[in-house]
T-cell receptor
Framework: QKEVEQNSGPLSVPEGAIASLNCTYS??????FFWYRQYSGKSPELIMS????GDKEDGRFTAQLNKASQYVSLLIRDSQPSDSATYLC??????????FGTGTRLTVIP | GAVVSQHPSWVICKSGTSVKIECRSL??????MFWYRQFPKQSLMLMAT?????????EQGVEKDKFLINHASLTLSTLTVTSAHPEDSSFYIC????????????FGNGTRLTVT
């Protein structure tokens, strides 16, 4: 079983809709959770970090964490074509143990 | 703004030559930096953890004699791909944490290496 699992997609949503990206992880002791956005040919860019159960909002982005169910999600409201990218979920279990999912490719259709 | 600077952004080299990639932390000291590699349409794979003033820690399957890491100062780590071959062509990305422990990684812009 992989440490971090994501649906590879592609996920297509129309412009203005809500995009929902999901991630599950295997280690119950995981403590830090991150979402990165990666445009094609570019390096990952941090979007959100979340450390405790519940929702965390930052602009159009909302991260949701449920440690009991071992999933973390990212919602993108009012999706824009510029949001089209691969979204990487990353989970940290120890000081230097950071595991990345394979990423979900999102396409926002104008 | 960027917190980690990586250079060069891209490099093309001939098979058998060596290539050095630099990673600098900007305005903060990074005792630990991380080197990742990413092949097309695949996720990030950690290659090694670079430790200032000591030897790097390599992940299983990564040849330490081929991928030389030097972390001689608190703001600079270098990765040298020695005797590069076409199969080493990849996207190499370094990263560091602004603060310790469980804070997020910030990535450099990456280096696209093409070995001909």
């Amino acid at each position: 079983q992989k440490e971090v699992e994501q649906n590879s997609g592609p996920l297509s949503v129309p412009e203005g809709a809500i995009a929902s990206l999901n991630c599950t992880y295997s280690d119950r002791g995981s403590q830090s959770f991150f979402w990165y956005r990666q445009y094609s040919g570019k390096s990952p860019e941090l979007i959100m970090s979340i450390y405790s159960n519940g929702d965390k909002e930052d602009g159009r982005f909302t991260a949701q964490l449920n440690k009991a169910s071992q999933y973390v999600s990212l919602l993108i409201r009012d999706s824009q074509p510029s949001d089209s990218a691969t979204y990487l979920c990353a989970v940290q279990t120890g000081a230097n143990n950071l595991f990345f999912g394979t990423g979900t490719r999102l396409t926002v259709i104008p | 703004g960027a917190v980690v600077s990586q250079h060069p952004s891209w490099v093309i080299c001939k098979s058998g030559t060596s290539v050095k990639i630099e990673c600098r932390s900007l305005d903060f000291q990074a005792t630990t930096m991380f080197w990742y590699r990413q092949f097309p349409k695949q996720s990030l794979m950690l290659m090694a953890t670079s430790n200032e003033g000591s030897k790097a820690t390599y992940e299983q399957g990564v040849e330490k004699d081929k991928f030389l890491i030097n972390h001689a100062s608190l703001t600079l780590s270098t990765l040298t791909v020695t005797s590069a071959h076409p199969e080493d062509s990849s996207f190499y990305i370094c990263s560091a944490r602004l603060t310790g422990g469980f804070s997020p990684l910030h990535f450099g812009n990456g280096t696209r290496l093409t070995v001909t």
